[in-house]
């Protein structure tokens, strides 16, 4: 698995595997199946306190400290728990993942957060890509990771002092190596070790698979490759047949 801090890089490597069939291969763009379910939290339902979303498992377990999110809405929350806390932002519309947010308010057992949202996802073909944006702030004290698991396989892991993320940055990661599966994808935010304060905060929007569609993508194209095969064949055995002739 590599995972990318920049742009989808993946698209060369899915032009290297359809090239190898041939030149009647549609535009990139053509045939794109997206397989996450609401990666941008915008179908998310929001009360005063908290936001659920139908297509995310969310779960959050805090010792001693206020928990933002998992899932955040702008306007959501109050005080220490308000969800544009440490300006905090989504990248699009007004709905956001914010993992490991939250305010410890006692030095006690050093206590922290960990949050996380799940969702299965289905990889029926290579290439496939998972991409998100994500953006990251670092507390002064409190230390903070953030991992993505596929099922058992960890396929990005950053920590609250990774740099680069300062602002919303794309992470691109190469999932083909799963194709065939359905595996659990759970992006978990943690942060600990604060005496009293804001926590870490990993925030993440726009999260997607995508996959080449077969049904749409190289079916009609082929189809008239063959045509021009046959055409080609006949064209080459008249000429053959031309040749003969003229050489007698
Ligand atoms: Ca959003």
């Known amino acids: 698995m590599k995972a990318r801090g920049s742009a989808p890089a993946w698209r060369l490597s899915l032009a290297s595997v359809l090239g190898a069939a041939a030149i009647c291969v549609v535009p990139s ?44 809405r702008s306007g959501i929350g109050s005080g220490n728990t308000a969800c544009n806390g440490q300006g905090s932002v989504p990248f699009g519309g007004s709905t956001w993942a914010r993992l490991g947010a939250g305010f410890k308010a006692t030095a ?102 995508t996959t080449v569609d077969p049904s749409t993508a190289v079916g009609p194209q082929r189809k008239k490759c063959k045509k021009r095969k046959k055409h080609r064949s006949a064209e080459s055995a008249k000429k053959k047949k031309c040749g003969k002739k003229k050489k007698r």
């Open 29 to 72: 763009s053509a045939g794109a199946a997206e397989r996450v379910n609401d990666g941008g939290f915008e179908a998310s339902t929001c009360d005063a306190s908290d936001c659920t979303d139908s297509a995310w498992e969310s779960s959050a377990t805090s010792a001693f400290a206020n928990g933002t999110g998992p899932i955040c």
């Open 108 to 209: 006690m057992f050093d206590g922290g957060i960990i949050s996380a949202l799940e969702q299965t996802v289905s990889i029926p073909t290579a290439p496939a890509s998972l991409s998100f944006r994500l953006r990251i702030i670092d507390a002064a004290v409190a230390t903070g990771e953030l991992t993505v698991t596929a099922g058992e396989t960890t396929v990005f892991h950053a920590a609250d002092t990774t740099p680069g993320f300062a602002s919303y940055a794309p992470v691109t990661i190469d999932v083909s190596a799963m194709a065939g599966t359905s595996p659990l994808f759970r992006f978990e935010g943690f942060s600990s070790r604060l005496s009293v304060g804001p926590l870490d905060s990993f925030d993440i929007d726009d999260i997607s698979l």
